[in-house]
């Protein structure tokens, strides 16, 4: 993928760009999977919130195969994975205060998961 230079920022936000990739990458989850978020704690700013760490949820919904923000804005290349929406019960989330019947979506990159 090129450098995108200082210059060239404004005209590929007005055209808009996609950081989806057609890159054949096997999904390491299919939908209904249940998982856990892991609790990574790299240098630097990562996609994955807080407090969504250690948490179980399932797969809803496979986006497909997108750039991996991570290593790529550390100049790691692109690590090319899916991106899945999972879906968290609300009280798992924020415990038994939270409504019985809510829920959070988060969606989060192949390397943000394990297998629950």
């Known amino acids: ?42 240098p630097g700013h990562t996609r994955a919130p807080r407090y969504i760490r250690l948490k179980r949820g399932v797969i809803e919904r496979d986006h497909g195969v997108f750039i991996f923000p991570d290593t790529n804005a550390a100049d790691q290349g692109a690590k090319p994975q899916h991106v899945y929406s999972v879906r968290f019960d609300a009280r798992e989330v924020w415990g038994d ?20």
């Open 1 to 42: 993928m090129p450098v995108l230079k200082a210059v060239d920022v404004e005209a590929t936000l007005r055209k808009g760009d996609s950081a989806r990739l057609a890159d054949p990458v096997a999904p390491r989850f299919e939908v209904g999977a249940r998982v856990v978020v892991r609790n990574l704690n790299p």
């Open 97 to 116: 205060d939270a409504p019985s019947n809510a829920a959070i979506y988060v969606d989060l990159w192949d390397d943000y998961l394990d297998p629950a």
